[in-house]
DNA sequence: TAGATTGTTAATCGATTAACAATC
DNA sequence: TAGATTGTTAATCGATTAACAATC
């Protein structure tokens, strides 16, 4: 079998399909087509069980009904246990600046059965508080309250100065999967699962589309000139 | 010209080679190669060639040296000046939550020339108070607060189930582009531009990847059974 | 049965990567 | 000049979408 037969695409439309579900089984909605789903997780009908036929080499079992539909509670069932939404995860969070304190707090993530066991930072005010229901370590102390906790995921909200090391240093005491805030792209052996939110990025790349809207016929004419204007800034 | 001509995922790569750049020319080091940007943003050289390939029609004017590079000091300028990253940009948030308030403070956004000009809320204890250095307004006031500050971004980080209306006056109301941080997919009106950031779908990701490389062998083995041993839970 | 909707295969689309002539 | 590296075209790859037989 492949490494990972199932593309990050799809285990991300999961969760939304999943999402979705409970909010039709609170409900009371007993099916569901393909195009409400994919209406609700704004995609096609086709990615829908497509998507699904992902999963079908891990045979769970039940899906659709052909001319029905899916059933709510049943499908919903399937997807969470294939997701391993069932169990809590614990995870750790790196860095305890403006953006980890806000993490640390962050609701989502409690709905989601994801516990948060432990904080890290190298102020030393910091450490030795309890924040959130955590307590805030030393980075020296990751691989011994790693060890303690069985922490498997990692928030990392460091400078990205830092990121790098930290990263290594979570690698190193076992850390599986690693949320990344830090603008900076991480190098780690394989086996150590990244996914990069970069905030700024996002705020940059839309700042440029709004720009680019209101001034298409503008830019255009502007864009004209074949000399270059450049002063060394 | 088609609407959009350079791709999302390149603009997005364009924000982190702008990154690099800074790095490098505050070490003054005067030249850099395609394989050297392609390293630090992650990518293949080629990939960063052709990003730049994009621009070309915007006839911005100098790009690269065969055999030499690209001088840094006139990369960045092009880039910059390509994303418009030079006047302060506003944005407004909505929703001041645990989430809100920590972006509202994330010094990430001012290092890059946006300026948090107001804030929205719901709660009539936070409405009249100011918060990092904004005023709290209710949301009723949108329309005017965004006729008097112009700002053109919002960053949309309520409740889900409040999410889409907020966001349809938003749209009403004269913004151009909304960061969406509500596990929800907004439907709006072409011209409105959305970027969704799902912290909680990012987690889900992670947790099922590090679950799965823990469990390689062990779920082929679980796989197995034919039977669907499902119990209505 | 007729209408609806699944699951899957094939077609399309777009993004990434390789290759290489141009050129400093 | 020889070596290096760009800019661009062509090849590859993977994800999305369309189409449709199977089937409830």
Do not use: W
């Amino acid at each position: 079998m492949a490494a990972s037969v199932v593309p990050d695409e799809t285990v991300g439309r999961l969760v939304t399909y999943v999402d979705y579900l409970e909010r039709l089984l609170d409900q009371e909605v007993a099916t569901v087509s393909s195009r409400e789903l994919a209406a609700a997780a704004g995609v096609n009908a086709a990615q829908v069980r497509k998507d699904f036929s992902y999963l079908v080499p891990y045979r769970l079992g039940y899906f659709g009904t052909p001319g029905v539909g899916y059933e709510v509670r049943r499908l919903l069932y399937q997807l969470t246990r294939f997701l391993g939404v069932t169990h809590e995860r614990r995870v750790v969070l790196v860095g305890y600046g403006s953006l980890g304190a806000a993490l640390a707090r962050y609701r989502g993530f409690a709905a989601r059965n994801f516990n948060m066991v432990a904080v890290f930072d190298v102020d030393p005010a910091k450490i030795g508080k309890k924040v959130d229901g955590a307590l805030v370590h030393g980075i020296d102390r990751l691989g011994e309250v790693l060890a303690q906790t069985g922490a498997e995921i990692a928030i990392l909200a460091t400078p990205a100065s830092s990121a790098q090391s930290v990263a290594e240093k979570l690698a190193q005491a076992g850390i599986r999967a690693i949320l990344n805030f830090a603008p900076v792209v991480l190098s780690l052996p394989r086996g150590v699962t990244v996914r990069q939110v970069d905030l700024s990025r996002e705020m940059q790349l839309l700042a440029f589309r709004a720009m680019q809207d209101g001034e298409s016929a503008r830019a255009h004419h502007d864009s004209l000139p074949e000399e270059e204007r450049q002063r060394e800034p």
